[in-house]
């Protein structure tokens, strides 16, 4: 019996000794896209009242509810494990990091404020859509910009039990802990800077807590969420291998059950730069006000299974290369994008004309309000090592 790396108990005991093995896996996988809280972004047009609201005449959108998609994540997964002496008993440890990927969306406004550009919401002062302008046509130039990233990693522990083994096929057993650990943030805001108005020749303004700044001024609001979801449990599992030759079949069952530990930061922050440096700062952007803004957590119970599959072949008695598909599954999260609060009180809103004090209530549910489940699958190559 040669002695492959796939976990085989009988080779180990043959060999009168431990039998140890290595894996290194390249990943190229998808990841369920980011939710969002509604349309980002729209352009009016400037002869229509309301212009640029959501269901209003002249608005289009330019940045709907759909998912973010972050492509493809490249990343490694690297294992170790091995089979203790001749008995039944082994363990394996490993885990798997994908690269951090980014995204940014921008949507400007020529240097004369060409188009009407800025950031849908809910008026909760008059119970109607809203609009926030950046930029108005030779009144101010601005623009919107929304940046969101991500990043995905994960580690387990098993121990493992030789099940049986039948000719060419063997079945064994496996029970652990696992942690999968996912960072995502959300960022959305916008700038005006205000211009002099050539046709009626005058100067427009940007407000900033309800005071007006001529040019060469420039007002900014930026709301970020960021997101963190943290799986601890147990899992078990089992691993099939059908051997043909040199050709080897590995298929890979794993089911956790644990607690996953979500937290959410929302801070908002506006600015006003009348000169080269930013010259003032207030708390409270768009979204995210004072009476919203802070760190919310919770504790929820979450399912995660997946499945492996890998075709692999010996190279020599103590190398294997291969290539795999995986999938994963993870219930109860609570993603970035997914818990801005779209009812805005412009009172509170710095950048704002009718700004007065923080002193409204802009509703928010400290509690989770939007769980979502998240998927991941993809392909995978490798060598294993055995010694």
């Known amino acids: 019996m040669t002695c492959q ?23 190229l996988w998808w990841l369920k896209p980011a939710p969002v809280f509604g349309t980002l972004a ?3 047009e400037f002869d229509l009242p309301l212009s640029g609201a959501l269901g209003q005449a002249g608005t289009t959108v330019l940045r709907n509810s759909d998912p973010i998609n972050y492509g493809s994540f490249s990343g490694i997964r690297v294992f170790a494990g091995g089979w203790l002496g001749d008995g039944p008993f082994g363990f394996e440890a490993g885990g798997f990091l994908l690269e951090r990927q980014f995204k940014q969306m921008l949507y400007n406004s020529d240097i004369l404020g060409n188009p009407i550009i800025g950031i849908p919401f809910f008026n909760t002062q008059l119970g109607v859509e809203d609009f926030s302008d950046y930029s108005v046509p030779n009144s101010t130039a601005g623009r919107v910009e929304v940046r969101s990233s991500l990043r995905f990693w994960g580690a387990e522990a098993n121990a493992l039990v030789h099940g049986f083994e039948r000719e060419n096929m063997r079945l064994d057993f496996l029970g652990g802990f696992r942690h999968l650990n996912l960072y995502e943030t959300f960022a959305i805001g916008g700038s005006s800077t205000a211009l002099f108005d050539p046709v009626q020749q005058t100067l427009a303004a940007v407000f900033f807590r309800g005071e007006e700044i001529g040019p060469p001024a420039t007002s900014t609001t930026l709301d970020r969420y960021t997101a963190r979801n943290q799986f601890y449990g147990g899992q078990v599992g089992a691993r099939a291998v059908m051997t043909q030759g040199a ?29 080269p440096i930013v010259s003032d700062v207030s708390v409270g952007g768009l979204f995210a006000q004072p009476s919203n803004s802070g760190r919310f957590s919770d504790f929820n119970f979450s399912v995660v299974p997946e499945v492996d599959m890998k075709v692999a072949y010996q190279i020599a008695n103590n190398l294997t290369a291969y290539v795999g598909y995986n999938f994963l599954y993870w219930s109860g999260l609570l993603r970035p994008g997914d818990q801005v609060n779209r009812n805005v009180n412009p009172t509170q809103v710095p950048t704002f004309q009718d700004f007065t004090a923080p002193n409204g209530v802009q509703p928010f549910n400290g509690t989770v309000r939007n769980t979502s489940d998240f998927w991941a699958h993809g392909v995978s190559v490798g060598l294993g090592i055995t010694f």
């Open 5 to 27: 790396w796939s976990f085989c108990a009988a080779c180990c005991a043959e060999a009168k000794g431990p039998c140890c093995w290595v894996q290194a896996d390249y990943l």
């Open 247 to 275: 050709l080897s079949l590995l298929v890979t069952g794993k089911l956790a059950l644990g607690g996953n530990y979500r937290s959410v930061n929302v801070s908002g922050l506006s600015t006003i730069q009348a000169g």
């Open 42 to 44: 729209s352009r009016g």
